[in-house]
Structure formats: structure tokens, C-alpha cells
């Protein structure tokens, strides 16, 4: 548990909001052997059947993990918000400050979304109504190990829950209609059996309360962002996200065109407008916002770290062009990323060189009546209740001169000059597409296996077609394959371009199909039981009871065209 929520009705109808983050910089100090390790791997990896961290599982299962009824330093921001989801008054906002908290509960995201659900079923839309509701009712909706500790009542955390996915609906709001877009692709889960073999499989479903956390990590993430720009316009560690590939969205919104969905792709806020306009509607039972999705996302580039002073004098190019922010970081998973470490001594260095201003001043005590909190990494969330928020504490280590720092940097207050932190940065980009690439052959590995235990016959939609192949991307499990005509066995096919025509005449019924794109094709997956082990994909004839074997190819024969896809809209990071 790295990442804590916290909600307190003000007086003036407001709220503050507190996003508290592990404080896993005060355990990992720079230039240590642990520091060096965590700088190595960069990044916890995510794989079906283990998780390998970052950090040493002492410091990220116990010591940094905010659990409940016990003390823990954590790294917070806090901010003023308005019912609507906007920010402000802006008096003094938003705080920064390393604080110890006590979370009162631990939720998972189903927990919470019960929560959710209840309310808005029971409640009238009125969060006074919960307190008149008896503590059994709501307890029996909340297991007995999530019930809130340290005198807080479960009326009490249902509130803030309440509360928290009310202004978070309508930030999220905002940020669409400020230009933010976001292209979801599925992600698969599996239940793994007494052999380590996948034994059932299903798509990993969004709740609103994943909605909920996202939103405020991602405001959290953009808030420090500008702070530490700000003190360190030269050298601080930013995440940006270039605009698609121009030659790639061209082409993809031609093929969007031809087939009757036009998409105006002149910025990110007009792709999710246009996307709008497709939410309720299907092709051939397929929903043509995932098809559409589909096809946008591959002229997409990744997002990337960078130091600021590598392209100090085009601001612009800081930005990040699926949130449409002006500039963003990652702040707000220090346990499994050393981007975000980096982030909080950057943050605690700017703090210090502040120490004049407001932003180091305790809010007033009343602001703290804290409760519930999330994780933006599916895991679990729960609340934080605020114990003592200590004064800033000067690293020791901080003012060690490293050896790579000039005496220029120095006397700037710099914690990491610009090459420096640049060589950082790729570092991180780096592990995080290598964690990414690894992750998705362990995801696909164990749909392999499965596979060959129990075939599965997909839907898949034809997104593109050349001379002598097509391509079929296969919604339900996120995989794309490229189908050469001559691989396909017992039919005759042919491509007429001109037309967007594909005509494939099968010999043992004498039938004849014919494809254009974003029709369906029925496909037969399985596994190569031969080294190295892939998927399988057989065309079959539609309505064959038979389920007639017509073409079967490995998922290495697709197209080794490179396609970029963004493995940050966020924050879900990014993940």
C-alpha cells in the first residue's frame, strides 16, 4: 500500500483532499547499496503467477506500506475542492509536507464500489442518510478484516467514500472537457490452479472506485509536478507524452472514414469528443468504440521521463498529450517505481529551498479528520487518519556532494544536474518498457496455456488488409494477427484493394465469404506445443458446426511492423 486517500468537510462547503504516498525516500537514501539496487530495477514487475519488486519486501510489505493501525511516514499533498471537482480558493494551496499518518482502513476495490452502489441505491443521494442507517447493515456489506480501526465508524469511512467518488466524477468531468483522452485495451486476469496452470480466465473489469483513485493520483501527480518545476526548471524529472505519429493518426483516421466512422483527430480532446459519439454503437455485435480505440492507439508513442533542462527552451514539448496536462510526473508509487523516488527528493529539496513560504506552514488541526484511502495499482484502498505532521526533515545525505555534481549545481541548490538526471531518466524509461514487454509475454504465455487446455473460439475484427495478408485484431483478449492469404488451408483467398474487398472461397462446402473491414471473422485459438511455445489462430468457415480447421499459424508470423502504444493514460498508470 503505497498511496492513502483522505476527505474533510469545510465549513464553506469545501473539502480538502489529502493524497498521502508512501515516504519510501526517507528509507532509501542516496548512493547506498539499496539505492543503487532500486536505481537498478527501476521498477516492480507485474507477472501472472509472482510480482518481483523493487524494493527489498520488508520496506514494501511492511515498513513503507501505509497498513492499517500503525504509524507510518508517508509524503502528502493537500488541496481545497470544490463540490463540482474544481480546485480552490487558492489560499496557501495546494500543501506539500512529509507527515505520519495512521490509516484507519484497508479496502479493496470491490469493497469500495459496494460501498458506492449501497448509497446510491439506499441513500437518496444523501450522505446524511448513512448515519441513520444501524453499524450491522453496512458492516455486512464490508468484510469483517476491512472494518475501520482506531474508534472510526463504518458510517464514518461509507461517507468518505461516498464523498471522495463524488467530487472525483466530477473532476473527471473537467479533465475530459479540458482535452484529456484515454484508450483503454483489455487486460486479462487468471486463476491459477494447485499446478501453476491457469484453470479459469477473465477480463479485468474497471470500477468506478479505480475511477476514483486515478483521478486524484493523477491530480496529486500534476500538482508536484508544477512544484518542482518550478523551484528546478532546469533539472527536475517530468513524464511527457508526445502527440501521435502525424503519418499513423492520418492513416488511421482514413480507415475510420472509409467505413463510416469519421474521427477528428486534431487533438486529443477532439479524438475522445468523437469517441463519444460511438458509445452505443455496434458492429456485427462488436462495439465500434473498442474497434475505433483499437485503430488509434497504434500510431500512439509512449510517454517518457525526461530532465527538464534537456529541452529547457520548448516548454511545450513538457507536455503530456493523453491527460492534456501542461506538464506531469509520477509521485505517487515510490515503492514500485524509482521515477517516483527521485520525484520526492526533488520535492523535499524544492520544500527546503522554500522554507519561507506558506506552503511548509501546518495547515490548522481541523483540516485533519481523515479516513479513507485507495491504491491506484488495483491492489487495495482504504483511509488515513493524521497522527502529527513533523517539520520537514533535512536528509543528512542530501548535501553530499556527488561526484558527477559540478560546483555550479551546488551553489544552486541542484540535486541532480541536467545530464545527470537525464541519465536517470532513460534509465527508468527503459526498465519500464522492459517490465512492460515482460509483463505481456507473461500474460500471454499463460493464455498459450490455457489455450490448449480449453480452445477458444474469439470474434475477430478485420482492421486492415494489404496485398496478400489482413489483419484481425481480437477485442476480447487484446491480441492482434496478421492472416497471409496463403496460409490459409483447404480455401482459395484473394484482396481486392480498390474495392476493400477479401474473398475467401472454401473448398469442402464450395461457400464463399467475403470481408471488409471491420467485419468478423471466427478464429479457433490454441498453442504451438513446439519451442518456442506461441499462440495459435485458425481461421474457420462461419456457421461450421465443425468448426472446419482452415488455417493455422503462430503469432510470430505477424507483422513485425513496429506499433508504439501509450503505457501511461494514466496513471493507471500509467499500469
Known amino acids: 500500500l503505497d498511496d492513502a486517500l483522505s476527505i474533510t468537510p469545510l465549513p464553506d462547503g469545501n473539502y480538502r483532499i489529502g493524497v498521502h504516498i508512501a515516504d519510501v525516500s526517507y528509507f532509501v537514501q542516496p548512493n547506498n547499496a539499496l539505492d543503487d539496487e532500486a536505481q537498478n530495477r527501476a521498477t516492480t514487475i507485474y507477472l501472472v503467477q509472482k510480482v518481483i519488486p523493487m524494493l527489498p519486501r520488508l520496506l514494501c510489505e511492511d515498513l513503507c506500506s501505509l497498513n492499517p493501525s500503525v504509524d507510518r511516514l508517508a509524503y502528502s499533498v493537500e488541496w481545497t475542492m470544490k463540490p463540482n471537482g474544481e480546485l480552490g480558493p487558492f489560499n496557501g494551496d495546494p500543501w506539500y509536507g512529509r507527515t505520519v499518518i495512521r490509516s484507519c482502513a484497508k479496502l479493496d476495490y470491490g469493497t469500495a464500489q459496494a460501498m458506492v452502489d449501497y448509497c446510491e441505491e439506499r441513500c437518496a443521494s444523501s450522505v446524511d442518510t448513512l448515519r441513520k442507517k444501524p453499524d ?22 461509507f461517507e468518505d467514500v461516498v464523498m471522495l467518488n463524488r467530487l472525483a466524477k466530477g473532476r473527471r468531468s473537467l479533465r475530459f472537457k479540458s482535452g484529456s483522452l484515454r484508450l483503454d485495451t483489455v487486460k486479462l486476469t487468471f486463476q491459477l490452479g494447485a499446478n501453476g496452470h491457469p484453470v479459469s480466465m477473465a477480463e479485468y473489469q474497471l470500477k468506478d472506485t479505480n475511477r476514483l483513485v486515478e483521478e486524484y493520483m493523477l491530480l496529486a501527480n500534476q500538482l508536484v509536478a ?5 523551484v528546478f526548471p532546469e533539472a527536475a524529472l517530468l513524464r511527457r507524452h508526445q502527440p501521435p505519429l502525424e503519418r499513423g493518426i492520418d492513416k488511421a483516421v482514413q480507415l475510420c472514414e472509409s467505413i463510416g466512422y469519421p474521427v477528428d483527430a486534431s487533438s486529443s480532446g477532439a479524438i475522445h469528443r468523437s469517441l463519444l459519439k460511438y458509445e452505443d454503437a455496434t458492429r456485427n455485435g462488436v462495439r465500434v468504440r473498442q474497434i475505433l480505440e483499437s485503430v488509434l492507439m497504434r500510431p500512439m508513442k509512449p510517454a517518457l521521463y525526461f530532465s527538464t533542462g534537456t529541452m529547457a527552451d520548448d516548454r511545450k514539448a513538457w507536455r503530456h498529450y493523453a491527460l492534456a496536462f501542461d506538464m506531469y510526473t509520477h509521485f505517487t508509487s515510490p515503492i514500485r517505481r524509482y521515477a517516483d523516488v527521485i520525484v520526492h527528493r526533488l520535492l523535499t529539496k524544492a520544500l527546503e529551498i522554500n ?38 526533515k533535512k536528509n543528512k545525505n542530501k548535501n553530499k556532494k556527488n561526484k558527477k555534481h559540478d560546483a555550479d549545481d551546488d551553489d544552486r541548490g541542484l540535486l541532480y544536474s541536467t545530464d545527470e538526471l537525464q541519465k536517470l531518466a532513460d534509465q527508468c524509461n527503459m526498465r519500464k518498457l522492459n517490465s512492460k514487454k515482460a509483463q505481456e509475454q507473461s500474460d500471454k504465455l499463460f493464455l498459450c496455456v490455457y489455450a490448449r487446455d480449453h480452445p477458444l473460439m474469439v470474434k475477430g475484427t478485420v482492421i486492415d488488409m494489404g496485398e496478400k495478408s489482413f489483419e484481425v485484431v481480437v477485442l476480447s483478449h487484446a491480441l492482434e494477427k496478421r492472416v497471409h492469404l496463403d496460409s490459409i488451408n483447404d480455401a482459395d483467398a484473394s484482396i481486392d484493394k480498390e474495392e476493400g474487398r477479401i474473398t475467401i472461397r472454401w473448398r469442402g462446402s464450395g461457400r464463399e465469404q467475403v470481408l471488409e473491414l471491420f467485419d468478423s471473422v471466427d478464429l479457433l485459438l490454441g498453442m504451438r506445443e513446439q519451442p518456442p511455445i506461441d499462440l495459435t489462430f485458425t481461421l474457420v468457415e462461419p456457421s461450421s458446426a465443425a468448426a472446419t480447421v482452415a488455417s493455422s499459424t503462430s503469432a510470430a508470423d505477424a507483422d513485425d511492423a513496429a506499433k508504439e502504444h501509450d503505457d501511461d493514460q494514466d496513471d493507471k498508470d500509467d499500469e
Open 226 to 230: 508544477r512544484k518542482i518545476a518550478s
Open 355 to 392: 522554507s519561507n513560504n506558506r506552503n511548509l506552514e501546518l495547515p490548522p488541526p481541523e483540516m485533519y479528520t481523515i479516513s479513507d484511502d485507495g491504491d491506484d495499482d488495483g491492489d487495495d484502498d482504504g483511509g488515513a487518519e493524521e497522527k502529527a505532521t513533523p517539520d520537514i
Open 136 to 157: 450491522d447493515v453496512l458492516k455486512a456489506l464490508v468484510p469483517e478484516h476491512m472494518w475501520p480501526t482506531d474508534g472510526h465508524s463504518i458510517q464514518s469511512v
